[in-house]
């Protein structure tokens, strides 16, 4: 059974930086298309995919982040990371990975995600 493991996440200043850090454990995703999506806390919402990125690192980032998160994997490490910086409190949330199937499908059950909070 996959298990993924987010790591990463934390308390940071508005305009500041994170890299978060994503493993899938159980498997090899070498050949899967990756992505990190986000849920605000406490709001009930869906999770909005953020970034994603093919087997072949071509990577999407949505409009909302574009210019500030970045994008990229290691495959020998099962390890998918998101760099982000110019951090704004909107960008507050529980931050997950996952294997796409489409936009709105998954491969795998959710992990636990890795907290982002951006407060002054």
């Known amino acids: 059974q996959v298990q993924l493991v987010e790591s990463g996440g934390g308390l940071v200043q508005p305009g500041g930086s994170l890299r978060l850090s994503c493993t899938a454990e159980g498997t090899n995703f070498w050949n899967k298309r990756m992505a990190w999506y986000r849920q605000a806390p406490g709001t009930g919402k869906q999770r909005d995919l953020v970034?994603?990125?093919?087997?072949?690192?071509?990577?999407n980032v949505e409009d909302f982040v574009k210019g500030r998160f970045t994008i990229w994997r290691d495959n020998p490490k099962n390890t998918v990371y998101l760099h982000m910086s110019s951090l704004k409190p909107e960008d507050t949330a529980v931050y997950y990975c996952n294997a796409q199937i489409n936009r709105d499908s998954v491969f795998w059950s959710w992990g636990q995600g890795t907290q982002v909070t951006v407060s002054a």
């Open positions: 970034a994603s990125i093919t087997r072949d690192s071509i990577t």
